[in-house]
């Protein structure tokens, strides 16, 4: 990750794996797991994910995430494993690199991003899809990310207004 500083994510449907518990990580990835029909090599992965959430701690590396309610709201495993993995997404949305805002499913918005995706360092993009990972490396297509991912971002509930939403979540599970 030499020379890499400023990550640009974007989520729809799911919680960012360096955000993610084992729980968590270990139900989602159990699914792709089974309907993929590939190797079962569940514990390296979910070790591998949890492996590489050190670099949240890093003091050079900025987090910039954009959740929709919906990826804090679909759960993965059970009651108990979804408010571990929110509670664990309040807690990384502490650090002082990481900014996490929360589009609300009732929000006025002008944008609808169609897949999730990662921008590093206004180099490159990556999307994943169940079968593919895409690295985007024209100049003028990193561009249109960069502009959706401002789009986004703008109707997101960040700070104080964000925890309140998780909680009355958390609150909803319990």
Excluded: C
């Excluded at 989520?11 to 699914?31: C, D, K």
């Excluded at 169609?114 to 561009?143: H, M, R």
């Amino acid at each position: 990750m030499s020379g890499q500083g400023r990550f640009l994510v974007y989520e729809h449907n799911v919680i960012p794996g360096i955000f993610q518990t084992a729980g968590y990580a270990r139900a989602l990835l159990s699914f792709w797991i089974e309907f993929l029909d590939t190797r079962n090599d569940l514990d390296a992965a979910v070790e591998a994910r949890m492996a590489s959430q050190s670099v949240l701690y890093r003091s050079d590396k900025r987090f910039s995430v954009v959740l929709e309610e919906a990826a804090v709201r679909t759960q993965f495993g059970s009651s108990e494993t979804m408010a571990g993995q929110l509670d664990r997404l309040m807690s990384v949305m502490s650090l002082p690199n990481v900014s996490v805002g929360i589009v609300p499913l009732r929000s006025d918005r002008k944008v609808v991003g169609s897949t999730g995706f990662w921008i590093y360092d206004d180099k490159l993009v990556q999307l994943e899809t169940p079968t593919a990972s895409i690295d985007v490396t024209q100049p003028q297509e990193i561009g249109l990310y960069l502009r959706m991912f401002e789009r986004l971002r703008l109707p997101a509930l960040y700070g104080r207004e964000a925890r309140s939403l998780l909680v009355s979540i958390l609150d909803e599970i319990a």
